[in-house]
């Protein structure tokens, strides 16, 4: 399965984006599927985390900001960034997981930038 993420760009602070993740195919064992982001010089971190469409959960720095959703249609998902901050200017990356299988797919990422 191969991912690919886009809808980044550049953006000056309070504004939104639209991140989209689109799968190459369907694989029925997938049960979670989230957003990461590497800022500079940083480690990259979980953003965002759906299981099954239903649960979804936030890092506390984005939680009220951006929302996770699944996108049938592409077999991925999408994630809605509104008041964005200079914080999360940085390398966003979708991955879908089988956690029976101990398996993770990662996009090749797409690049925020939010400017003050």
């Known amino acids: 399965v191969q991912l690919q993420a886009s809808g980044g760009g550049l953006v000056q602070a309070g504004g939104s984006l639209r991140l989209s993740c689109a799968a190459s195919s369907s694989i029925s064992t997938i049960d979670s599927k989230a957003w990461w982001r590497q800022a500079p010089g940083k480690q990259r971190e979980l953003v965002a985390v759906t299981y099954a469409g239903v649960i979804k959960d936030y890092a506390p720095a984005v939680k009220g900001r951006f929302t996770i959703s699944e996108d049938n249609a592409k077999n991925g998902i999408l994630l809605q960034m509104n008041s964005l901050e200079p914080e999360d200017t940085g390398v966003y990356y979708c991955?879908?997981?089988?956690?029976?299988?101990?398996?993770?797919?990662w996009g090749e990422g797409t690049l925020v930038t939010v400017s003050s």
């Open positions: 991955r879908l997981s089988d956690s029976r299988a101990g398996k993770d797919y």
